[in-house]
C-alpha cells in the first residue's frame, strides 16, 4: 500500500493488503448499521452479520497497527457493546471508552433525544502505546477559577466527555455537503496530535468524505484512506489537493499561520471560559501559551495569544461558548433567505423498524 493514498475498494479487502506492523494509528467511522443512506452500501443487515463483518475488518486493523499503534472506532449505540467485546477478544487493550456528546441531536417524539457517538479508544500494547499528553493540555479549574498557584504548569487532559466539537451542520465552513456523516475537523485533530507522531502512517478505512485523511496531511502525518464510493474517493482526493502540511509553518508579516489559529480556537473551546474573564486570567494564559508551544512548535507570548485572541473575536471567528454573549432578539431564518437555506445532500433517513427493543 502506497503511502498518502486514497485507494477505493472494500476495506476488508483493502485491509488484507496491508503489511502486517505498518500502521501507527486507526480511526474508523464506519457505517452504523442504522439505515443511513450512503452512495454505494446498503447500511441495513441482519445484525449477527452487521457485528461478524465488524470482526473482520477489525482483525484487519489489529493486523496491521504496530504495537506502538493505537486504534479509535467510532459507532452508535446499538453495537457499541458488541464492538468492545470484539476488540476485547481480538487482544486489543481499551483505553477509553470516550463519549463525544454533540448539540443539534436528531429531535425525537417519544424518547431522549440522541446526542452522543461511542469512541472506543484501543491501544495493541499498552507498555508501548504513543499518547502525546503535552498536546492536549488547557487551563483546568484550579487555574481559570481559584488561580491556584499549586496547578499544574502544564494544564490539565481532557475528560472523556468530549463536548466541544459540535457536529459539522449545514452552515459549517468546513462543510463539504455532500457526505452526511462528516466528521468534525477539530475531533481528528485531537486524536491525531494524540496518538500519532509527525511523520507517521494514519490510516482510515472508512474515509468517507476524507476527513481523517485531510487532518493527517495538515498535521504533518501520513496518511491511507479507502471507501466503496468511488464518488466519496474523487472528492476526498479533491479535497486532499487543497490541503498542505502546515507542521512546521511559523508566523510571518501575514501574521499567524492558520494552523496555530485554529489550535488556539481549540484551546478556547476546551478551557471554556468567555473572553474576557480569560485575558484577564494571567495563570490561564500562561498555561494556554504553554500548551500552544507545544501543539505547533512555536513559542507566542501571552499578550501575541490575548492580541489573536480579540482579533478573531473581532472577525466573528471566536467560537460562542454556552450564554457568553448578551442576547439579542434576531429575525428568523426563514423570514431572511428560506431559499439559501435548503438542503441539497441526502437527507438522513433511519429505519422504522429499531434494531433492538428499547
Ligand atoms: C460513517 S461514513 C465515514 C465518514 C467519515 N468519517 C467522514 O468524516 O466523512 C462510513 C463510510 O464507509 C463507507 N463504506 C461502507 N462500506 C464500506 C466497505 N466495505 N469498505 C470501504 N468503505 C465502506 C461508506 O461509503 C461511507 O463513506
Request: proline share 6%; with cysteine.
Amino acid at each position: 500500500m502506497k503511502p498518502d493514498t486514497i485507494y477505493c475498494g472494500d476495506a476488508v479487502e483493502l485491509l488484507d493488503r496491508c503489511a502486517e506492523d505498518s500502521v501507527d494509528l486507526v480511526f474508523a467511522d464506519p457505517p452504523y448499521n442504522i439505515g443511513y443512506v450512503y452512495d454505494q452500501y446498503h447500511d441495513d443487515r441482519p445484525n449477527e452479520e452487521f457485528v461478524e463483518w465488524c470482526r473482520t475488518w477489525m482483525a484487519g486493523c489489529q493486523r496491521a497497527l504496530r504495537p506502538s499503534g493505537s486504534f479509535y472506532l467510532a459507532i452508535g449505540d446499538d453495537f457499541a457493546a458488541e464492538l468492545c467485546l470484539a476488540g476485547k477478544a481480538l487482544g486489543l487493550t481499551l483505553r477509553n471508552w470516550i463519549i463525544w456528546h454533540y448539540n443539534f441531536g436528531q429531535n425525537m417524539k417519544a424518547k431522549f433525544t440522541r446526542a452522543h457517538t461511542h469512541i472506543l479508544y484501543f491501544v495493541k500494547a499498552p507498555d508501548q502505546a504513543v499518547f502525546n499528553a503535552d498536546l492536549l493540555r488547557f487551563p483546568s479549574a484550579r487555574h481559570t477559577e481559584y488561580q491556584d498557584k499549586r496547578a499544574n504548569p502544564k494544564g490539565r487532559l481532557p475528560d472523556d466527555v468530549w463536548d466541544e466539537f459540535p457536529r459539522v451542520c449545514g452552515t459549517f465552513k468546513e462543510r463539504d455537503g455532500y457526505h452526511g456523516c462528516q466528521m468534525p475537523e477539530a475531533l481528528l485533530t485531537r486524536v491525531i496530535l494524540a496518538s500519532s507522531r509527525p511523520g507517521e502512517l494514519v490510516l482510515d478505512p472508512f474515509v468517507g468524505s476524507g476527513t481523517t485523511a485531510a487532518v493527517a496531511k495538515r498535521l504533518g502525518r501520513r496518511y491511507l484512506g479507502f471507501d466503496l464510493s468511488d464518488e466519496y474517493v474523487r472528492r476526498t482526493r479533491k479535497r486532499l489537493s487543497e490541503v498542505r502540511d502546515e507542521s512546521t509553518l511559523a508566523p510571518d508579516e501575514d501574521g499567524w499561520p492558520a494552523l496555530h489559529t485554529d489550535m488556539l480556537l481549540q484551546i478556547y473551546r476546551e478551557t471554556k471560559v468567555s473572553l474576557e474573564n480569560l485575558v484577564a486570567n494571567t495563570i490561564a494564559m500562561e498555561v494556554i501559551a504553554g500548551s500552544l508551544a507545544a501543539r505547533c512548535g512555536h513559542r507566542y507570548e501571552v499578550d501575541e495569544v490575548a492580541q489573536e485572541l480579540h482579533r478573531c473575536a473581532a472577525s466573528a471567528a471566536l467560537p460562542k461558548l454556552p450564554n457568553d454573549r448578551r442576547f439579542s432578539p434576531r429575525r428568523r431564518q426563514n423570514d431572511a433567505a428560506p431559499a439559501a437555506y435548503q438542503r441539497r445532500v441526502t437527507r438522513h433517513r433511519t429505519r422504522k423498524t429499531p434494531t433492538r427493543a428499547t
